[in-house]
Every structure is written in structure tokens, then in C-alpha cells.
């Protein structure tokens, strides 16, 4: 495989104007493609055409009717080049044969259950047909299927279905018409045997828009959910930034395999199921969560992503970190900010840091790539998404949205830069955005270092502030960004104090903007020593160091009126916790963490979703970027300890959350639930009956959330109860593919036993298949949130994880690459882990096939 480039980019000498695709679905798929194709402007007029194509079968290839020869083509594994003299305009016709009953990479054509799909995105649409598979190629399609009219009664393309009706032999046939134009990672096909929900929405112009759900038969029941925040986003998208829907009719269809969440195919979202079906018994709170930003997301690409797409893939983070910005702020709009932001930030933090840490650091806007799957990153989507909330945050929200309005108007039907994005808003702002640019193309994640300063008899106090980033592979050099801090200024009780703007480098009384390297406010005419609230609102992806005392901290948690500043402060609270236990018994840190959470147990509370939040201990995994050199099994003991802990200092309060855990839907349950959970969580660490019995019995609540929530709480505890509620949850939802996943992911997870051991025996259970779900639920669990059976220091961990990676090398390279990234992080492991770990790696290294895993474990040994 070669390195792409972004410096290499070349428009194409060819536009693809017109498509025209066939699919005769048989035990094979047939597929006639008609191309009308234009020499553009600027190419020479003996360019030769070049097209992308692999994994079929090449029946026929034809120019005006005529058939290519041999000797003016050349050809590789996955192109090739038509070197013949060309018209200016001229016809294409290629004929191939594709087997999706044996296409497991979920590429391209492939079967999931009672359906045939398509996945394009990022090159999929090149294992259908020989075409420019490039997504600055914008063209008009339309979409002829005909399949069985008993095993596919349902056949679905891109925009309009225009024609439909009988053919012979039992057959039938849709011909479909998607008036916008389009590059081809976001055609989309289906020919199934599906359940269908319809609805209607009426757009803020008074248009009627069809809207379908296409699901597995049987789970109808399981759409409402889906079909309301499809309902709800169109509204949000309306009010907020203009945008209103612009065919008559959009198609979301739920695949059972499917190897990321979901697919914004204009007019016809493929999803993966777990990201459409919902019920109170079988999904969690959190599901209905998942669902719901989605569902948005995928509709919020249908200005950013389809209606104005990427030039290049290196541009991605144009269309997914704009469009993570926006989902954050519907789900936030909806269902409130504090608890929205914190779990934003958490994500950020646990993943996006570590991969910035790490051999496959790369900038929001990457130089080069190998394979393009391999940059749908955290740091594409979720740093997108913080640059782009920045942006807003130094234009004001209101210019803000002008500006992506001018981006939308300027861009609309073509592919566009981030150059482009960022050109809009600067012509909207006046603003130059020189300096903001290094965000993108900046790898590293930034520290901010502040130290303050106290006059008590001159009554000043002074901020010094300095950033500085890591170098990265290949970028040792960094140079400062912009980062906007948000800050809050309190007193020893906990009342704001007001101290007034500074500009340039404090623009308002709550904003800092560290431009340089170095800075330094000093504020006259302070009375009281203040105590700074640093980063409100997480408003930019830095890791900030500030030497708060406990009492700060607590004062932090008790009064700051800002959600993400108070959980910030417990974090600390928590971490300097965690650490004393990791090196020796505990002392003033634990004791001021404890202190802490039993004042915040005595405050009042209306948002439950909130106390939740500030009660939840940090997640393994994100423990683990904090701990140099990785020892996990030394990690998860601390862990545990911490979790002891606070389960004996607040014994009391969380006795009474733990019982009051509500079945009914509504808002304010959803935060009883989650409190409940997380209270039971920490009781059951102390082993007392009373609580592992009533976690027995809630694990057969017909609410999901109470059930999982208690299984969860019950999962590390050798007890009787909890394999009596394991074994009953397994018999209860064996068919029940989503509800399965969860208990695979239990079992993969615990720390009971021997988790090696056990995880590979769920990899034999009779009830595993190796779908993309399944496969994470086990695999991605072990090696994220089980360290202590993943770090094991005889290295089994390790060597399990890389036998599946190369199992799965040859079938699913998509899925393969994604659990890789569990083996990449060899340099920061306690020894002996990390030459047991490197020694696995430089093994599999030959061994492995396909150029995803191969980029990825190629940097991690470089
Ligand atoms: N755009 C798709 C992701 C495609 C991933 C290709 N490997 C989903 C999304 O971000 O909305
Ligand atoms: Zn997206």
C-alpha cells in the first residue's frame, strides 16, 4: 500500500456527470454502470482516465459503445487506467459481478440477515464498479433494481423512487432518482426483507417529507425512539442554524452488521441496529441516548457532509467535526448542557488524548495516510468538534452560525476545504484566523501551566500563564495556538468574585485568550485571595495544570455553578486520591476526596443526571492515559480501593439512592436510574448482602437501565448473586442479539477470575457469532476496561488480542484495524509488559495482510 499526501492533490481531469447503475440481484449481483464523462477545463486532452476498482468481477468494459482494448489499459490490484485517446465527452460502460453472500469486510455490496447493503464511505463505492472513487467527482444518479419479488420485497436507493413494477419470473424492479448531486461514498443500495415504520414531518416551509424506518421484522416496535429524534433534529436543524430537509422523502434503514454507528447515504441512512431499536426493556437510558445523537448526526450531514462535501479525504474533519458539533449541541439543547458537556469531555479525554499520545497521533487535518479508514478518529471527529466549538466561542454564537450559513451558501453542490469553512467565517467576522488554522494542522494535545500570585498588602493578583505542546511522531516542532479559557473567580465560600476584562488577552471578564507562549494579568484591587475556576465549560482540548489545594478543589465542587468545573474539581479530587492509593495507604488526599463527596451528598440536588456524574469514579481507561509507566493490574487494585472507599464514607446516601431507581421514562427518572446505578456500584464493593440481593432482583427488572445498571454493579463481585443474575439475564435475552451484546461485554469485562481465560472461552460460546457488535462488546471491553486481566505480566493478554487481530486481518480489516489500536501503546507499559507486548507486535507485523492493521502497527514499532 502507498502513502497518500495531502500536498498531492490534483482536481480530477474528469467529471462524472451523469450515473446510471443497474443492479440484477441473482445468487450474484450484476451490475451494468453507464457513465456520461467530461474531459474538465484544466486536464490536457490526452489525459488518460483514471479509475479506482477491486474485489469483482470485470465483465465488460466499453467507450461509446465500443470495447476497451486490452493494450490501452493498465491495471493493478485496485485500479486502472484507460490510456486510449478520449473525446472531450464520451460514455463509459462497465459491466461487473460481485459475490456479497462472501464479502465479510462489510464493503461495498455485502449481506447483513434478511438484506443486501451497501457501505461507500471512505471507498467502498469502488468495489461495485470501476469509477472515480474520489469525493470531489459530484454526480447525478439513477438507480435500477431488480431482485425476487419474495426473498427482496423491498429494493431502496438514493432520493425519489420514480418507477416500480413487476418483471418476469417472479422478479421485481424500483428505479430510483436522486436529483442532488453527489460523490459516490454516499450512493447507497438495499434489496431486503424488512419490517417498515413510516411517519410524516412537515418542514418550517410547509413541506411533507416521508420518513421510513426499514428494520428487521418483528422489531417495529422498537422504532418509535428513532422516528422521534429523526423528528426532533429536523426541527433543530430548522431553528437553529435554517436548514431545512430537501427530498420528499428519508429512508433510514437498520442493518444487524454494520461496522461503525451509521452512514449518511443522502435520503437513506444506513445504521447499525443498536443505533435504531429501542425499548424500555431492552435498551439502557444511555441507549436511548446513543439513538437519539445519531439519528441526529446523520441528518445533520445532509448540508454538512452531503449537500456540500469534502474536496479530499484529508478534509474530513470538515463534515465529522463540524457535524459532532452540531449533534453535541442538539443533545445538549434537549436534554441539558452540564451532563451533555461532562460526558463530551470524558470521550475527549479518554480517547482522543490517548491517541494523541500515541504512534498514530496525527492533526484534525492529516499531511498523509496510508489507509483513509484508519483517520475516523477521535481526533478527526472529537477534536473537530472542539475546534469548531472554539471558533464559536471566540465569534460569538451568533456569527458563528452566520458564518457556517455563508460556508453552506458559498458551497452548496460542490466539495470544499477547511479552508473554506474557516475563509467563511473570517469574510463573516472580519476576524483573521491565521493563528486559529495550527489547530488543524497541529497534532499534540496542548498543556496550559498557570501559576497565580497573591499580594495581600498591594491587594493584586497575578496569572502567569504558558502553553506547550509534545512533540509528536515526525513533528517535534510546535508552535503555540489560540486557546480560549473560560474562568471564574471565587472566594473562600464559594461567592463569585467579579474581576473585569483585560483585553487583548482577557477580551471579557470570563474569557482568556492565550495566544503566545507566555502571558501574564495582574488584576488590581483584589480584597480576597481568589480561587480561579480555570476552563469552564471545557472550552478548549488542553490538559491544564493549576496547583489547586483540596480546599479550593472542594470549594470548586460545592459552589461552582458551571456542571463540567464542578466534576473537573472531583476529577481531581478523585485522581490525587487514586494516586496515594496506588503508592501506600490512604491519606489527606483520600481523606479531602471523602470530605468532599459527603458535603455534596448533604447539598441538594434537582438534576440527579448531574450528582451522578460528579459521584462516578474515573474509568479505567481513562486512568490508564494518566499512569506512566501502564502497570493495569496495579491500576484496577487502586481503583478498587478507591471505589471501597467512598462506598464506607457514604455508606448512608448512597443506601438511599441505590433504592429509589424508578421504571417510568421521563428526564428526572433518567437521572434516579443513573444515580442508582453508580450508588449500587459503590455498595456492592462492600459485599453486604442486603445490596448484592437487591442487585440480584433488579437485574430481572423489565427496565434495562435498572437491570444493566445492577449487573454492572454485581459484575466484579465473586458472589453467588451475581451468577445467579448472569445466568438468568443470558437465559432471559439468548435471542436477542443487542441485549446479548451487553452480556458478552459483562463477562468480558469482569474482574472476576481469570479474564483472559474466560474471554477467550466467550470467543467459543455457543452463542457468539463474529458480527462488528459482538466482537466489540468482548474484544473492545477486555482490552479497554478489564487492564487487570489485559496486562496480565505473563503477556497472555496481549498475545490473545493479537490472535484475533489477525484472524480478523483477512476478513474485516475495518474491524481488525480498530481493535489494534489496543496493541499500539507498547512504549508506555510497565516491564516486563512492554517488550512482551513489542515482541507480539513485531511478530504480527509479518503476518498481517491488509494495509489497515499494517499502517497502524508499522508506526507503533517505528
Ligand atoms: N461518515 C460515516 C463514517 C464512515 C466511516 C468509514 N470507514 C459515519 C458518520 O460519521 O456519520
Ligand atoms: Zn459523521
Excluded at 95 to 108: A, C, F, I, Y
Amino acid at each position: 500500500a502507498v502513502e497518500v499526501f495531502r500536498k498531492d492533490y490534483r482536481a480530477p481531469d474528469y467529471a462524472v456527470e451523469n450515473v446510471d447503475l443497474d443492479f440484477d440481484v441473482r445468487d450474484r449481483t450484476t451490475v451494468v454502470s453507464v457513465l456520461r464523462i467530461r474531459r474538465n477545463g484544466q486536464a490536457r486532452a490526452d489525459a488518460p482516465l483514471h479509475l479506482d476498482g477491486r474485489g469483482f468481477e470485470l465483465l465488460e468494459l466499453a467507450i461509446d459503445g465500443l470495447a476497451v482494448a486490452e493494450a490501452n489499459v493498465e491495471r493493478d490490484d485496485e485500479r486502472l487506467l484507460i490510456k486510449q485517446a478520449l473525446p472531450q465527452a464520451f460514455s463509459l460502460r462497465v459491466v461487473t459481478r460481485l459475490d456479497p453472500d462472501s464479502n465479510h469486510s462489510l464493503e461495498g455490496l455485502y449481506r447483513s440477515g434478511p438484506m443486501l447493503c451497501t457501505q461507500c464511505e471512505a471507498r467502498g463505492f469502488s468495489r461495485i464498479t470501476y469509477f472515480p472513487d474520489r469525493p470531489d467527482v459530484l454526480s447525478r444518479f439513477k438507480v435500477r433494481i431488480e431482485a425476487d419479488a419474495q426473498r427482496y420485497p423491498v429494493l431502496l436507493s438514493n432520493g425519489n423512487r420514480v418507477e416500480a413494477g413487476e418483471a418476469a419470473d417472479g422478479r421485481h424492479y424500483a428505479i430510483w432518482e436522486d436529483p442532488f448531486l453527489k460523490p459516490c461514498y454516499l450512493f447507497a443500495l438495499v434489496a431486503g426483507d424488512l419490517g417498515c415504520v413510516s411517519d410524516t414531518y412537515t418542514t418550517a416551509s410547509g413541506r411533507e417529507v416521508a420518513l421510513q424506518f426499514y428494520v428487521d421484522k418483528g422489531n417495529e416496535g422498537r422504532v418509535p425512539h428513532a422516528l422521534e429524534s429523526l423528528k426532533k433534529a429536523m426541527r433543530w436543524d430548522e431553528q437553529v442554524y435554517g436548514l431545512e430537509y430537501d427530498l420528499d422523502i428519508y429512508m433510514v434503514v437498520a442493518a444487524r452488521e454494520f461496522n461503525m454507528g451509521a452512514m449518511e447515504n443522502k435520503g437513506l441512512n444506513l445504521f447499525n441496529a443498536r443505533f435504531v431499536l429501542a425499548s424500555p426493556d431492552t435498551a439502557t437510558d444511555a441507549d436511548y441516548e446513543g439513538i437519539e445523537s445519531v439519528i441526529a448526526h446523520e441528518y445533520f450531514h445532509n448540508w454538512t457532509g452531503n449537500r456540500v462535501t469534502c474536496r479530499d479525504w484529508f478534509q474530513l474533519s470538515l463534515k465529522e467535526g463540524l457535524t459532532v458539533f452540531r449533534d453535541q449541541n442538539f443533545s445538549a439543547d434537549l436534554n441539558g448542557a452540564d451532563v451533555q458537556r461532562i460526558g463530551e469531555v470524558r470521550q475527549l479525554r479518554t480517547l482522543q488524548f490517548a491517541e494523541d499520545a500515541g504512534p498514530m497521533a496525527h492533526p484534525v487535518r492529516p499531511d498523509s495516510y496510508v489507509e483513509i479508514n484508519n483517520f475516523y478518529t477521535a481526533t478527526v471527529y472529537e477534536k473537530g468538534a472542539e475546534i469548531v466549538r472554539m471558533l464559536q466561542t471566540l465569534l460569538g454564537r451568533e456569527t458563528f452560525i452566520k458564518g457556517v450559513q455563508h460556508y453552506l451558501r458559498e458551497h452548496d453542490g460542490s466539495a470544499a476545504t477547511i479552508e473554506d469553512f474557516l475563509a467563511a467565517h473570517e469574510a463573516v467576522s472580519g476576524r483573521n484566523l491565521e493563528g486559529f488554522r495550527r489547530w488543524y494542522s497541529q497534532a499534540g494535545t496542548p498543556t496550559v501551566g498557570i501559576d497565580d500570585e497573591y499580594h495581600l498588602l498591594a491587594h493584586t493578583y497575578t496569572l502567569h500563564l504558558e502553553q506547550s505542546t509534545p512533540a509528536t511522531p515526525g513533528a517535534p516542532d510546535k508552535k503555540p495556538v489560540p486557546i480560549p479559557i473560560r474562568v471564574a473567580f471565587f472566594d473562600g465560600e464559594g461567592q463569585r468574585i467579579h474581576l473585569p476584562a483585560q483585553p487583548p488577552l482577557m477580551p471579557a471578564p470570563d474569557l482568556i485568550l492565550l495566544e503566545d507562549a507566555q502571558a501574564t494579568i495582574t488584576f488590581e484591587d483584589v480584597k480576597v485571595r481568589p480561587t480561579p475556576s480555570f476552563l469552564q465549560g471545557f472550552s478548549a482540548p488542553v490538559r491544564l495544570q493549576f496547583g489547586y489545594s483540596s480546599d479550593q478543589l472542594v470549594n470548586l465542587l460545592l459552589h461552582e455553578s458551571d456542571g463540567f468545573a464542578r466534576w473537573e474539581a472531583v476529577q481531581r479530587l478523585m485522581l490525587n486520591a487514586f494516586f496515594e492509593l496506588l503508592s501506600g495507604p490512604a491519606g489527606d488526599d483520600t481523606q479531602a476526596l471523602l470530605k468532599g463527596l459527603q458535603l455534596l451528598a448533604a447539598q441538594h440536588f434537582d438534576d440527579k443526571a448531574l450528582l451522578a456524574e460528579l459521584l462516578r469514579m474515573p474509568s479505567e481507561s481513562y486512568l490508564a492515559g494518566q499512569l506512566q509507566p501502564l502497570d493495569g493490574e496495579k491500576l484496577a487494585a487502586a481503583r478498587d480501593a478507591l471505589r471501597l472507599r467512598i462506598a464506607h464514607a457514604l455508606t448512608g446516601p448512597l443506601s438511599v439512592w441505590a433504592t429509589a431507581a424508578p421504571e417510568d421514562q421521563g428526564a428526572i427518572n433518567v437521572g434516579r436510574r443513573a444515580l442508582a446505578g453508580i450508588a449500587s456500584g459503590y455498595l456492592a464493593a462492600t459485599r453486604s448482602t442486603r445490596i448484592l440481593d437487591l442487585c440480584r432482583d433488579r437485574a430481572g427488572s423489565d427496565n434495562m437501565t435498572l437491570s444493566y445498571g445492577a449487573l454492572v454493579a454485581l459484575n466484579d463481585i465473586d458472589c453467588p448473586q451475581r451468577e445467579d443474575a448472569m445466568a438468568a439475564f443470558l437465559s432471559r435475552w439468548r435471542h436477542d442479539a443487542l441485549v446479548l451484546d451487553k452480556w458478552f461485554a459483562l463477562q468480558a469485562g469482569s474482574a472476576i477470575g481469570n479474564g483472559v481465560e474466560r474471554t477467550a472461552e466467550l470467543l467459543g460460546h455457543p452463542d457468539y457469532v463474529a458480527s462488528p457488535n459482538r466482537i466489540r462488546s468482548v474484544l473492545g471491553t477486555f482490552w479497554r476496561e478489564n487492564l487487570r486481566a489485559y496486562h496480565r505480566a505473563d503477556g497472555s493478554g496481549y498475545r490473545l488480542l493479537a490472535e484475533q487481530v489477525l484472524k480478523l486481518d483477512k476478513s474485516n480489516p475495518q474491524i481488525a484495524s480498530r481493535l489494534a489500536d489496543g496493541l499500539l501503546g507498547w512504549r508506555g507499559l510497565a516491564a516486563p509488559r512492554d517488550e512482551l507486548l513489542r515482541a507480539v507486535l513485531q511478530r504480527l507485523v509479518q503476518q498481517v495482510a491488509s494495509p489497515d492493521v499494517s499502517e497502524k502497527i508499522h508506526k507503533a514499532l517505528a
